[in-house]
T-cell receptor
């Protein structure tokens, strides 16, 4: 069964550093998403991406965040200058009208 | 906008007890509804889904029926097991994006 692959599974970074979280969506899906889950809390929508541009973003997705689909297969989330409160599990998802959503297994980001 | 409200936890049950986790939604249009499960230390797994009114999603003994008249999608299981201990998320999608409820932590004791 096709999977959404996220790397790394766990990343530790120092406050103020830039991080890039990587995702490989399912190849024939057209819609891509990032979600965040702070430990023990709800899953929060960050951003959706379609046709090489952001289609919707939440209030969490401020200027510190950016997304990119650099090469037609990867879908990345960049956090420019990490803060302690960015520590969370970040989930990538892709979607097609036929198959629905598929989530990756997540990247746990720890900012120290 | 679209939103999901689910029963707050935590919920603690004994093995073989009946489970209900309530979920109601607010949406424009005709969304699809989902239940996701998150086992300790793991990611989100799709448990079941329903794409239109009166559809029943089912998997691993869990069921939920899409009720348009009550805007609900309550999760039920007739006899829970210790291995069902997890966090359960109700979610709604209008195809453009998916919105999650706050999650309900279920603990099943032997």
């Amino acid at each position: 069964e096709p999977e959404v692959t996220q790397t790394p599974s766990h990343q530790v970074t120092q406050m103020g550093q830039e991080v890039i979280l990587r995702c490989v969506p399912i190849s024939n899906h057209l819609y891509f998403y990032w979600y965040r889950q702070i430990l023990g809390q709800k899953v929060e929508f960050l951003v959706s991406f379609y046709n090489n541009e952001i289609s919707e973003k939440s209030e969490i997705f401020d200027d510190q965040f950016s997304v990119e689909r650099p090469d037609g297969s990867n879908f990345t989330l960049k956090i420019r200058s990490t803060k302690l409160e960015d520590s969370a599990m970040y989930f990538c998802a892709s979607n097609s009208p036929e198959a629905g959503y598929t989530f990756g297994s997540g990247t746990r980001l720890t900012v120290v | 906008g679209n939103s999901v409200t689910q029963m707050e936890g935590p919920v603690t049950l004994s093995e073989e007890a009946f489970l209900t986790i309530n979920c109601t939604y607010t949406a424009t249009g005709y969304p699809s509804l989902f239940w996701y499960v998150q086992y300790p230390g793991e990611g989100l797994q799709l448990l079941l889904k329903a794409t239109k009114a009166d559809d029943k999603g089912s998997n691993k003994g869990f069921e939920a029926t899409y009720r348009k008249e009550t805007t609900s999608f309550h999760l039920e299981k007739g006899s829970v097991q210790v291995s069902d201990s997890a966090v359960y998320f109700c979610a709604l999608s209008d195809h453009l994006d998916m919105r999650f409820g706050a999650g309900t932590r279920l603990t099943v004791k032997p």
